[in-house]
């Protein structure tokens, strides 16, 4: 008793702490090996397998026990001089007696006068477990109506949905004040070779982009990616403008419903990446010759201050 009293303290403190890591927002899926809970794992399922391990062969060796037990008797009856007789298990005892089966011998007594063609039918009543069903459904239909209806004790069905919309809407506030979506937008986004930002761009990029632009951004549909002309320019801001908005003329869906501002951002700067990367059967060239602007100093524009003032 002891020891099943432990393993079940055991097993709640695990669940209390998978709860817990749950809603810190950590995953035993990521990383089951580094997870701190996987030994408690482990030894959980070490215990549920040697537990149905134990069952099956506590019901085989009963199993083997009758059968030692059903020969003594038959040996036994033999030197008696009499008939065996088995005697039925307890769950052929309980199934007969839920179902109401009357023996064979027996069926006489319940046998209707009645026959067709040499049919005969027996007067047998509902099982008693569709009885205790259907009276178990009435008191639970009474109990229903006073709780939910009534009383309003317990919660309707859309009062428990509204209630999860609420809980979820104030976990999303909580969530959302604790870590600040980054403002990202054409007007202030500036390019820079980023391999963290690039690689979750190419992935966006092989999922939702080249159907149309081909893998390796030398373009089918769409316009080719990699050489230096634009249709609708060049730079980073109006690459992630056209990918937000789309171009509805063209065929090009705006993916600002479908993608996040931080994935449109990624996938603009793979787009930029591959500038010049020449790959296989490119697409002619289509649009107008880009240059990107060259930065501005900061000297020149002092320099250029200096000379307005003294005009």
Known sequence: MRTI?????????????????????????????GDPLFPFYLVTAFVFLTAFLVVIVAVYMLKVLNVF??????????????????QPSLWTKFWNSINAFKPAQEEKDILLDHNY?????????????WKWLLYGSIIWAGIYLVMYHVTDTLPLSGDEYQAEVELAQAQKAKFLASNPPAAIDESTL??????????????????????????EGQGSIGPNLTDDYWLHGGSIKEI???????VQEKGMIPWGPVLSPEQIRDVSYYIKSIKGT?????????????TEAAPVEADTVVQADTVKSSI
């Open 278 to 290: 020449n790959p296989p059967n490119p697409k002619a060239p289509q649009g107008e010759l880009y």
């Open 69 to 86: 037990i059903r020969k003594a008797a038959e040996e036994r009856a033999e030197k008696q001089g009499i008939q065996y007789v088995p």
């Open 5 to 33: 009293t432990l393993t079940l303290i055991f097993i709640l403190t695990g669940l209390t702490a998978f709860a817990q890591e749950a809603e810190s927002g950590s995953s035993f899926w990521r990383d089951p090996l």
């Open 190 to 215: 500036e390019y820079s070779a980023d391999e963290a930002i690039i690689a979750k761009g190419r992935t966006v990029y092989v999922t939702n982009c080249a159907s149309c632009h081909m893998p």
């Open 117 to 129: 063609d040499g049919i005969k039918e027996l007067d047998n009543h509902l099982p008693p477990w």
């Open 240 to 246: 992630f403008a056209v990918i937000k908005n789309g």
